[in-house]
Structure formats: structure tokens, C-alpha cells
């Protein structure tokens, strides 16, 4: 047998997995989109629909508002994890941190909690009369600080959570990926008389794009269906302040039973998430498609 086909001997099982897990209940849902199908329904049967779903979501406010949230929602996180990602790898690289094996570990530690713990646990530091959150922030800067009442309070503490439980994989993907960098380059950039800002975006930056690339991607995604965490904190309140995409489809789909509409909505989304990989593939590599 030739070495090529031993190749897709191996890939097989994985190819036929994602087959069933991926790309079958995907074209369900494709499938579903065109009905109107609610269970609850006077009429619980499929009901051909057409294109309605999507001109609904046009006209639909409280689907683009989430929308728009869950977009500025990642950004924010996103980007901050990033730079707080990098900072952090770069102290826990450093030769002179005392006890630097033991800081990577307690780093690491957010990153194994399930999503609906970490929701649940930052929800009972956040609650008012017992978390000490808002305990600390009223003593020390008077602030009344509600996630139940205040919009801005709630939002701001789903962006801190999800910093808190997903930059350490920020963290250890640019760990590993400025690890792996050639010495010579820098060494070069150096001698050249770069400065450190020079050196961070002329040789490291580039040399990293891969690493950044994949990160990104893996997070940007992750954001974009963000539900557990905030539907323990919040439940998407107060006024839908944290009512993002992700948590939206999930109500119309569980709660409503609004199949059609919920798939609709999922595969909308869907294709927002592919076009802002696109983009950002495009903008970080500088190529379209598959060019070299």
C-alpha cells in the first residue's frame, strides 16, 4: 500500500466523525431554517417558510442588538487577552521570577474549570449583601456596584470573567510560541541597534503570526458563543445588557421551542463568524483565500 493512502487510512476515523458530529446536523439545521416548527404551537408540524426566518432577522431588534453586543463582547475580550496574555508569558518566562514553575501551574488552574462552574462561582462573588466584590468596591471606592440592576456592571463583569478564565490559554499558546522562536533573528535585530519596540514589532510579531492567528481564531470563536458563563451570571439581564448571541439562540430554541427561527439565527451567526475569520485572516497574513 502506498504511503498516501496509509495517509487517509489514518485520517479516516477523524473524517468520519466529524462527518457525523459536524457536518450531518448541520445540514439538519440548514434544513430546519426554511420551516416555521415550533412544538408549543397550536400547530406543532413543519411548516415550509421559506426565506421568512432570515427576513425576520433583518427586521428582528433584539437579535441584532444581541448581535451587535456579542461582537463588541469579543472584541473587548479578545484583544485584551492578548496583550494581557503576552505580558503575562513573557513574566512567566523570565529567568529571575522566584517560584516560576509554581506561578505557571496556579496560572494554568481557570482553564480546567468547566464553563457553568466558573458562571456559577463569579455569581457568588457578585452577589450584593454577600460576595465580596461588591463588599470591597463600596468600601474602598463607594461604589454600588449590581449586576442584577446596573447594565453596565453586569457587562463589565462578563468581560472581566472571561478574561479571568481564558487568559491563561492566551498565556500558554504564546508561551509555546516564543519558546519556539530562532534565536538569530533577535540576536541580529540587536545588533542591527533595535530598540525593544522595534525588535517586539519587526521580528517578534511576524515571527509569531501563526501562533497569534490560531489564538485568535480559537477565542474570537469561543466569544462569539459565549453561553454558560454568562447565562449563570446574569441570565442575560438586567434588560438584556448581557444577552449575547450564543445565550439569545439558546432561548429561542429551548425555552420558546422556536426551532425554525432558532436555526435561522444559528446558521446568521454562523456566517458572521466565518466572514470575521476571514477578515482577520486577510489582515494579519496580508493573503486572500488560499494565494501564496
Not at 444581541?66 to 518566562?93: C, D, K, N, P, Q
Not at 434588560?239 to 448571541?245: G, S
Request: positive net charge.
Amino acid at each position: 500500500m502506498r504511503r498516501s493512502n496509509i495517509g487517509w487510512l489514518f485520517l479516516a476515523p477523524a473524517t468520519l466523525i466529524l462527518f457525523v458530529v459536524g457536518f450531518i446536523p448541520f445540514l439538519y439545521i440548514l434544513y430546519v431554517g426554511f420551516f416555521d416548527w415550533n412544538s408549543n404551537a397550536v400547530d406543532p408540524t413543519l411548516r415550509w417558510a421559506g426565506l421568512q426566518n432570515y427576513r425576520n432577522l433583518v427586521f428582528d431588534a433584539t437579535f441584532l442588538n444581541s448581535l451587535a453586543r456579542t461582537l463588541v463582547f469579543a472584541f473587548i475580550v479578545v484583544v485584551s487577552e492578548l496583550l494581557l496574555g503576552y505580558v503575562l508569558a513573557r513574566a512567566l518566562m523570565a529567568d529571575r521570577l522566584w517560584g516560576r514553575q509554581f506561578f505557571r501551574t496556579i496560572h494554568t488552574l481557570p482553564i480546567v474549570v468547566a464553563p457553568i462552574a466558573v458562571g456559577a462561582t463569579w455569581r457568588l462573588l457578585c452577589v450584593p449583601g454577600f460576595g465580596i466584590i461588591p463588599y470591597y468596591l463600596k468600601l474602598w471606592f463607594g461604589i454600588d456596584y449590581n449586576i442584577s440592576t446596573n447594565a453596565y456592571h453586569a457587562f463589565g463583569t462578563a468581560i472581566v470573567m472571561d478574561l479571568w478564565h481564558w487568559t491563561p490559554f492566551v498565556t500558554l499558546s504564546l508561551m509555546a510560541g516564543l519558546t519556539a522562536l530562532p534565536k538569530e533573528p533577535l540576536e541580529q535585530a540587536q545588533i542591527d541597534g533595535g530598540n525593544k519596540l522595534q525588535i517586539f514589532w519587526y521580528v517578534i510579531v511576524p515571527m509569531l503570526k501563526p501562533v497569534l492567528l490560531t489564538t485568535v481564531f480559537i477565542r474570537l470563536m469561543d466569544a462569539l458563543r459565549s453561553v454558560d458563563e454568562v447565562w449563570m451570571l446574569t441570565k442575560g439581564g438586567p434588560a438584556e445588557a448581557t444577552r449575547f448571541i450564543g445565550l439569545h439562540i439558546w432561548i429561542n430554541v429551548f425555552p420558546k421551542t422556536d426551532y425554525g427561527y432558532g436555526a435561522a439565527m444559528s446558521l446568521l451567526t454562523l456566517y458572521v463568524t466565518i466572514v470575521l475569520s476571514w477578515l482577520l485572516f486577510v489582515a494579519m497574513t496580508g493573503r486572500k483565500g488560499g494565494a501564496q
